[in-house]
Each structure stands twice: as structure tokens, then as C-alpha cells.
């Protein structure tokens, strides 16, 4: 495997992690108005499908998804072995942004989209998550490349106002249309 899917699928292991830690909390409301723990997970899974299957990758069939952990690791497997087939991972095609690789997909947008959502479930969970500066300007970059398409449809909100004093944490997700002072309710 590409080192640069291998950054994937780091980020893939982070993701699971968390998902671990959710104590089984699906139906718990997220940072996503509208979506559960659960609904983060689909989302994940069913857009890195979608990418793979428009590419003749189809990783297998769609795990189940009524343990969101264990249908995530199932998912994340089979997403691992599809970029270790042979060529895979440097095959190259017409990106949104220009010529790119499978690889290079996975990692920077598919990868992103795991961090930024891994935030959603951990603050969902009541998790700590934090990211540290290194990890915040690398996904700032990436960001940085999409220009105003960060915030078209279906990607992320417009930016929350934070302090000068904001943490890397607290900038990235203000950037992303996150509210760093989001908790989920408490439930009396």
C-alpha cells in the first residue's frame, strides 16, 4: 500500500476508535443538524462507496450498518484492500480539482471528511477530540485547495466567528461551519 493511502487508513483507525469509544450511543445528535451518530457513519461509508463504485472499485457489499462500529470496521477493511490491489492506488483520473490519484482521493478528501466527522461523534459522545497544530495546517491546506466549493452544498456551512486566541482545534471547526462550543443536550 501507497504511503499515501496508508495515511487513509490511519485516519480510518482514528475513525473507529472513537466509534468504539460511542458507548453504542447511534441515536445521539451530532454537530450535523439533523444527523444522528448513526447518519455520520452512512454518510462516511455510503460516499466512500459511491467513489470507489464510480471508479470500478467496488469494495464488496454494503455493511450493515445496525452496529455502526463494526460495520464501519467492516468497511474500512475492504476499502484498505481495494487500495492494496495492484495499480489501485496510483491509478489517476480527472479529479474535481484536476488530475489526481485514487489514493490521493481517499486520503485528502475521504480521509478529511473522517477527521472532521470523527470530531461529530466524539462531541456527539461527549469524547474529548482535539487535533494538534501540524494536523490543523495540513487539513486547513486541504481546505485552502477547495476554495469556495468548501462551502457549496452538501460540504460545510459557512465559518463561526471564534476568538484570535481559538485553539488549532477550535479554528479548523469554526472554519467548517462548526460551533467549537457545541455540546449535544443534556438529557435530564
Known amino acids: 500500500m501507497t504511503t499515501t493511502a496508508q495515511h487513509f487508513t490511519q485516519r480510518a483507525a482514528t475513525f473507529a476508535d472513537i466509534l468504539d469509544r460511542a458507548d453504542a450511543q447511534w441515536d445521539a445528535p451530532t454537530p450535523c443538524e439533523g444527523w ?3 447518519d455520520v457513519v452512512a454518510h462516511v461509508v455510503d460516499t466512500e462507496r459511491d467513489f470507489l463504485e464510480r471508479h470500478d472499485l467496488a469494495p464488496g457489499p454494503r455493511p450493515d450498518l445496525t452496529d455502526p462500529a463494526a460495520g464501519w470496521r467492516r468497511h474500512a477493511a475492504d476499502v484498505a484492500a481495494v487500495l492494496d490491489r495492484d495499480g489501485v ?9 484536476g488530475r489526481t490519484t485514487i489514493a490521493a482521493t481517499m486520503a485528502d478528501f475521504y480521509g478529511w471528511d473522517l477527521v472532521v466527522h470523527g470530531s461529530d461523534v466524539a462531541r456527539a459522545t461527549r469524547q474529548p477530540w482535539s487535533i494538534d497544530e501540524a494536523e490543523a495546517a495540513e487539513l486547513h491546506a ?3 485547495g ?7 452544498e452538501g460540504v460545510c456551512t459557512g465559518p463561526v466567528d471564534v476568538g484570535p486566541d481559538a485553539s488549532a482545534t477550535d479554528r479548523l471547526l469554526a472554519r467548517l461551519g462548526r460551533d467549537p462550543r457545541w455540546e449535544p443536550a443534556t438529557v435530564s
Open 142 to 144: 486541504t481546505a485552502d
Open 36 to 38: 444522528s451518530v448513526r
Open 146 to 152: 477547495w476554495g469556495d466549493a468548501l462551502y457549496s
Open 89 to 97: 492506488a496510483d491509478r489517476e483520473y480527472d479529479g474535481f480539482f
